[in-house]
């Protein structure tokens, strides 16, 4: 008699990764030191908070055991302050480490593969081998030719006696085209990306890392440059990422904008883009005398028809700006809307939460078109 064996999911309770009390307290330690913009002596005081109210710790292990750690690591080193104190900094290795959590986070999905990785449709003497063999032309490259079929397909073609391999006989795989593209990311860094109690320059700041480690990694002939923008715009290092603080300043989008199209007219490839993650109306431009016009109430005309100009400036020079606005106000969407208009680009009104999935998605979007 037959018994019939039914298969099925078997689910069994979570168990907790077995980590060490010093690789359990890292994994918070490089969360904090984002939030605190690279303030070690901050963030160990949040560790400790964290400690007190839900006991990561016990006698055997303590804080202070952990920072003495970090230092026999190499993750953070002795230095001197702005002020001319004696304090704790971060190394280029913890720096790394930090970038590769936020990718982790934000693109957790994704595998990491070889140098580049963007296809197109077009075949040809790429790196991006499609599986497809085809006959040999001329101009193919050699690396590219298929040793074992060229050898069999001779064989078939010739015969065993007198055995000769001909250009006939030859047999390469194809290859994808790939595109390469140069990618400038801004940062709006005004006074209201920390305002009515909502953190946003941090998502902002995870979403930079992971973005410069997704190139990196998995697509190094890309480029990524960084800038911010308040009163005025500036390029900024990637490993000035997790140090990024908000200031003082009004929202000078024209400042922020000049500056990404400049870059971008300096990269030899031929796709190029702008992201833009901001929250706020832009509120600040410089005249030519130098001197800021500011005006934070409502949208300025005078300010909106600057930015105006410069999305079809950038849409003349063949630079799409995708913009991430972090607001949900229905005046700011009408001026995104305007101004998307203008530059031909793309816009998403979103919140903090899915940001990074967003920009990675139209990042690979992207990666897939060729700009003439």
């Not at 936020?102 to 296809?119: E, M, P, R, T, Y």
Request: charged share 25%; aromatic share 10%; glycine share 8%.
């Amino acid at each position: 008699m037959k018994t019939n064996k039914r298969k099925g999911f078997k689910f069994t309770s979570y168990q907790a990764p077995n980590l060490s009390p010093f690789d359990k307290l890292f994994e918070i330690f490089k969360e904090l030191i984002v939030h605190t913009s690279g303030d070690f002596d901050e963030a160990i005081d949040w560790l400790r908070e964290l400690d007190t109210e839900y006991k990561l710790t016990d006698e055997n292990y303590t804080i202070d055991d952990f920072v003495e750690d970090l230092k026999k690591k190499g993750y953070v080193k002795e230095e001197l302050k702005g002020d001319g104190t004696q304090g704790t900094g971060l190394t280029a290795k913890t720096e790394r480490l930090i970038r590769q959590q936020a990718l982790n986070q934000i693109f957790g999905n994704l595998n990491k593969s070889g140098s580049g990785n963007h296809k197109t449709k077009q075949s040809g003497a790429g790196d991006e081998f499609t599986g497809e063999l085809r006959e040999f032309q001329f101009g193919d490259s050699l690396e590219t030719i298929s040793l074992t079929e060229s050898l069999k397909n001779a064989q078939i073609n010739n015969g065993m006696d007198g055995f000769k391999i001909t250009e006939n006989d030859l047999i390469v795989e194809d290859a994808h085209f790939k595109a390469q593209m140069s990618t400038v990311l801004m940062i709006d860094i005004s006074h209201s990306m920390i305002l009515y109690g909502e953190d946003r320059i941090t998502p902002a700041k995870k979403v930079a890392m992971a973005l410069a480690e997704l190139i990196t990694t998995r697509y190094p002939k890309d480029t990524l440059d960084i800038i911010v923008f308040g009163n005025d715009a500036w390029v900024i290092s990637l490993k000035d990422v997790p140090y990024l603080t908000v200031g003082p300043y009004h929202t000078n989008t024209v400042a922020g904008l000049q500056l990404a199209m400049d870059i971008l007219r300096r990269k030899r490839n031929t796709n190029k883009q702008i992201f833009m993650i901001t929250d706020g109306k832009p509120s600040c431009v410089r005249e030519k005398d130098g001197s800021y016009y500011m005006n934070s109430n409502g949208l300025d005309e005078y300010i909106v028809e600057k930015c105006y100009t410069q999305a079809a400036q950038a849409r003349k020079l063949h630079i799409p700006i995708t913009t991430f606005m972090i607001a949900n106000d229905p005046y700011l969407q009408r001026f995104v809307n305007n101004f998307t208009e203008a530059n031909q680009g793309k816009a998403f009104y979103t919140g903090l939460k899915g940001l990074g999935e967003m920009i990675f998605q139209d990042y690979e979007a992207n990666r897939k078109k060729r700009v003439k």
